[in-house]
């Protein structure tokens, strides 16, 4: 399952709804409109930007806290059909964070393709200013293109992180698997190698390990 964006520019059309509305205003003022329906058709107003954005907040939230918990449990395949069904929050909701969400279920299920198209396309569909979401979506990406084989591409974005960024000792312990591989400086990463594999665990030791093994 993928959700791509339409080419061309993606105009906000909510934009454009009060003018529009005042167009329609005018227009019944001009044929004569029944005061009543001239009384009643600027009530979508409030309904549109004070209950429908409650609506989608309670929405959004019900859905993270199903997430969050789904996801802690290892529920990946059911969590997937979950997402599915949230056609409400696919459509109107937060796009970029619905993207990223997808991504991470099918990082965990290993659909890495799949992955990388989400993550690819939450961060084309990311709102500006959100400096945290884009490098949250930047070291996803870059993993999933270690997962692929595509190093290049990996060590790029990793290398185009911050510094004092929060998944920096990842960082560090991933370029080196790649600097290893690549015998890039093939030393040093195997000592920083050998030096994390004391206190590595799960896959990310299994995969020190193999790393370790297979470039001697």
């Known amino acids: 399952m993928q959700e791509k964006r339409r080419p061309g520019l993606q105009a906000d059309w909510r934009r454009g709804l009060v003018p529009l509305s005042l167009l329609i205003m005018v227009t019944l003022f001009y044929f004569r409109a029944p005061l009543?329906?001239?009384l009643i058709f600027p009530l979508w107003?409030?309904?549109?930007?004070l209950v429908y954005p409650l609506f989608l907040m309670r929405r959004w939230k019900a859905f993270e806290k199903t997430f969050n918990a789904k996801f802690q449990r290892g529920d990946y395949k059911e969590l997937l059909e979950i997402y599915k069904k949230q056609w409400?929050?696919?459509?109107?909701?937060?796009?970029?964070?619905m993207l990223s969400k997808l991504g991470l279920i099918y990082t965990a299920l290993e659909r890495y393709r799949e992955a990388e198209m989400s993550f690819e396309s939450?961060?084309?569909?990311?709102?500006?200013?959100n400096p945290t979401l884009a490098e949250q979506l930047y070291f996803n990406l870059a993993n999933i293109k270690y997962e692929l084989g595509k190093y290049d591409d990996a060590l790029q974005i990793y290398k185009?992180?911050?510094?004092?960024?929060?998944?920096?000792?990842t960082v560090r312990t991933q370029v080196a698997l790649i600097e290893l591989?690549?015998?890039?400086?093939?030393?040093?990463a195997r000592e920083?190698?050998?030096?994390?594999?004391?206190?590595?665990?799960?896959a990310l030791l299994?995969?020190?390990?193999?790393?370790?093994?297979t470039h001697t």
């Open 206 to 213: 299994v995969r020190i390990d193999q790393a370790l093994a």
């Open 122 to 129: 939450a961060l084309e569909a990311m709102r500006p200013h």
């Open 45 to 49: 107003l409030p309904l549109y930007y």
């Open 88 to 97: 409400f929050l696919r459509r109107f909701g937060p796009r970029s964070e």
């Open 181 to 188: 591989r690549r015998g890039v400086e093939p030393q040093e």
């Open 192 to 202: 920083f190698l050998e030096h994390e594999r004391t206190r590595a665990s799960g």
């Open 160 to 169: 185009s992180l911050r510094p004092n960024t929060p998944y920096s000792h």
């Open 36 to 38: 009543w329906i001239i």
